[in-house]
């Protein structure tokens, strides 16, 4: 497996989606925050979702998931995944995307490229143990987020 990128800029600048669940029942979601490397003497990748998000419950109960990254014609199709909620609205129909199944998981015909992956660790971030600024801006009157991590165990072009 290899993955060639500008780790610093692949999830802030270019944005992706993370999504879990099974071809029956998946929720996605854009992310911006996540982080690419080598754990456990594994190749991980580490992402975040808040409590109250939809796609919450479905990294909770599944064990794969998957980390997508769309061309630049998508941003404003990945501003309106992230922006709506599965819980009320059917994004998946409204999006354009065309659903793929993948090693356990969901992913999106359109990706450029598609990270499946393991769940290996979930924790939750505790705002105690943040720096008092970071905890102001990002957790005051929100919900946490839970950290994943997960083993890289595909990678789908």
């Known amino acids: ?38 754990l456990w003497g594994k190749p991980v990748a580490t992402t ?11 990294m909770d109960n599944n064990e794969y998931f998957t980390i997508s990254f769309y061309p630049e014609d998508y941003k404003g199709t990945l501003g309106v995944l992230g922006s709506k909620s599965g819980r ?42 943040m720096n008092p600024d970071i905890a102001k801006q990002f957790y005051e009157g929100d919900a946490e987020h839970d950290m994943y991590i997960g083993e890289v165990v595909d990678i789908i072009r």
Request: proline share 0%; charged share 25%; net charge negative.
């Open 88 to 129: 009320d609205i059917d994004k998946m129909h409204s999006s354009g995307l065309t659903a793929k199944e993948v090693s356990g998981s969901m992913t999106f015909e359109e990706a450029e490229v598609t990270l499946v992956c393991r769940k290996l660790f979930c924790q939750r971030f505790d705002t105690k143990n």
């Open 48 to 58: 975040y979702v808040r409590t109250s998000r939809y796609t919450h419950e479905f």
């Open 1 to 38: 497996m290899e993955f060639t990128t500008d780790i610093f800029s692949q999830f802030d600048k270019k944005w992706a989606l993370l999504t879990a669940g099974d071809k029956d029942k998946f929720n996605t979601m854009t992310i911006s925050w996540g982080g690419l490397g080598t």
